[in-house]
């Protein structure tokens, strides 16, 4: 059997492994990341990235309608059509890029990649199953990145016409009738794209509202806009069983009422969980935190000289935490002092209209002990929004009362997501509500709505 040393093994090429073998390699180590399928991960290949595209091309082409029936002023269409091959060549284009930028830069950074399936046989030893035999690596230090993987449930379990996201995102054709079981941010993200493509969208949630993980006011728009697009929710409901001849999905609600949906399709988004299988978590003998990796600030496990990031070692599961843990891991072991503290993580859906949440909403900050102000700013008050033909939504700060310290930033309204850079910066640099109310924001730009927002909770807002 071959074998090989390094300074430091990546166990997994997503963000958080890729991220921390070029770190560890433009830091002078050297560096050997192990990944059985595709280079970036669950994120580049099938999760974040494919699954904007195809938001993409479900907006595009749902302009395009509202152009045809008239509804978008200064623009007419003859009937527009969906270009399904068109749209997933598009989609698979921007992954590859992407993922070749990924071998590029780990080259650059003089990283070497091992393609096949690493197995742990100690904290010093990996045995990795290569197309063309079996490999030794023997690292001083380990960064373990597996990442997750898509929740089964024991009624629906995946196969045939129930796909997991891995599967909607890469469908040969579009479904007619499509049941999402699952109402977080994959599954509406996912089910309100194909909503907009045509397809008849039916949600199922087992808890009493959409997008149960994030705060309700933001939420209940997301929910009220899905509703426009014509998608039917049934919340407080559990799937119960699929008959794939006759396409339809039965559903149980909380009274015990049976209500049967056409589903040809059934795409189950219940959740992630770490993968924690087929890489020797038994023969490393890890401390768990639950059913993740117990780690500490400096993202080491609790075996010398292994270190653990991304979505294996916790909640949220999002490719910037695992990105920002991977610095943090492979700094530490080149020996400078780091720590993962952020002081919010941002977390954004990709729905319509975009939501993004940043530090504490309201309800957790009181719950937090915190006494509140609060700014909210409608988005239909903002200029900009209204040029945009979108006035859903609104801007909201949270500050402590007693010295207007911001605790907390959301947004609900088109294209809101990038303003996540612009909240997490006002949390890491521990804004007061003054700082942003006296930044110069451009106008004409949504981004206004912040800076009213800020006002508002100082009670002198101006453009409302
Ligand atoms: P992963 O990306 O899962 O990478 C782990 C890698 O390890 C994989 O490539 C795997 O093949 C490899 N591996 C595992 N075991 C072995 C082994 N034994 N040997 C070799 N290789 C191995 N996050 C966001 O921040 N924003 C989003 O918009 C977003 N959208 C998403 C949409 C969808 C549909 C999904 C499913 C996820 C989305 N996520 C999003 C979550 C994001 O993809 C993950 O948080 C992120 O990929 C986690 O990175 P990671 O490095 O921990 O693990």
Redesign the pocket.
């Known amino acids: 059997m071959d074998a090989q040393s390094c300074e430091v093994l990546v166990?997994?090429?997503?963000?958080?492994?890729?991220?921390a073998a070029i770190r560890a390699g433009q830091l002078g180590l050297n560096t050997i990341l192990?990944?059985?399928?595709?280079?970036?991960?669950?994120?580049?290949?099938?999760?974040?990235i494919?699954?904007?595209a195809l938001i993409h091309v479900a907006d595009t082409f749902e302009m395009a309608v509202k152009a045809a029936q008239g509804g978008l002023p200064g623009v007419s269409v003859k009937q527009p059509e969906v270009d399904w091959p068109g749209a997933t060549a598009w989609k698979d284009g921007i992954v590859s890029r992407l993922t070749g930028g990924v071998a590029s830069l780990l080259k650059k950074a003089g990283v070497k990649t091992l393609r096949?399936?690493?197995?742990m046989r100690d904290g010093k030893t990996c045995v990795?199953d290569m197309a063309d035999g079996p490999v030794t690596v023997r690292a001083r230090h380990v960064i373990l990145?597996?990442?997750?993987?898509?929740v089964e449930i024991a009624a629906l379990p995946f196969g045939g016409p129930i796909i997991?996201?891995?599967e909607?995102?890469a469908l040969e054709e579009l479904p007619k009738t499509l049941a999402v079981v699952g109402g977080g941010?994959?599954g509406l993200?996912?089910g309100s794209a194909f909503a907009k493509l045509g397809v008849a969208v039916t949600v199922v949630e087992a808890m009493d509202r959409l997008l149960p993980h994030y705060d309700a006011e933001l939420a209940a728009v997301v929910a009220k806009n899905l509703k426009r697009l014509g998608v039917d929710i049934h919340v407080k409901s559990r799937a119960e069983a699929l008959d794939p001849e006759a396409g339809r999905l039965r559903i149980r609600n909380e009274d015990g009422e049976v209500v049967d949906l056409g589903a040809d399709t059934v795409l189950v988004?219940v959740g992630?969980r770490p993968?924690l299988e087929?890489?020797?978590l038994s023969e490393l003998g890890l401390v768990m935190n639950g059913g993740f990796l117990r780690i500490d600030a400096q993202c080491r496990t609790s075996m010398t000289d292994v270190f653990a990031?991304?979505?294996?070692?916790g909640e949220?599961?999002?490719?910037?935490?695992?990105?920002a843990q991977?610095v943090v891991a492979a700094e530490t072991i080149a020996g400078k002092r780091r720590a993962f503290d952020p002081a919010a993580i941002p977390e954004?859906c990709?729905t319509d209209p975009e939501l993004v949440s940043v530090g504490l909403a309201p309800e957790a900050a009181r719950a937090a002990g915190h006494e509140v102000k609060i700014g909210k700013f409608p988005l239909a008050a903002n200029g900009r929004a209204m040029t945009l033909g979108s006035d859903l939504g609104f801007v909201r700060v949270v500050a402590r009362k007693d010295n207007d310290l911001v605790l907390g930033i959301q947004a609900v309204g088109r294209d809101v997501s990038e303003f996540a850079s612009a909240f997490a910066l006002a949390l890491e640099m521990g804004a007061r509500l003054d700082d942003i109310a006296a930044t110069i924001h451009a106008h004409p730009t949504q981004g206004e709505g912040i800076q009213e927002a800020a006002l508002m909770a100082l009670g002198h807002g101006l453009h409302l």
Do not use: Q
């Open positions: 166990l997994g090429g997503g963000p958080g492994g890729y991220v192990v990944e059985e399928a595709a280079l970036g991960g669950t994120c580049l290949n099938v999760g974040c494919p699954s904007k096949g399936t690493g197995h990795v990145a597996p990442g997750s993987e898509a997991s996201s891995t909607a995102l941010y994959i993200e996912l988004t992630r993968r087929g890489w020797g990031v991304g979505d294996v070692t949220p599961m999002l490719a910037h935490r695992a990105m991977g954004v990709f």
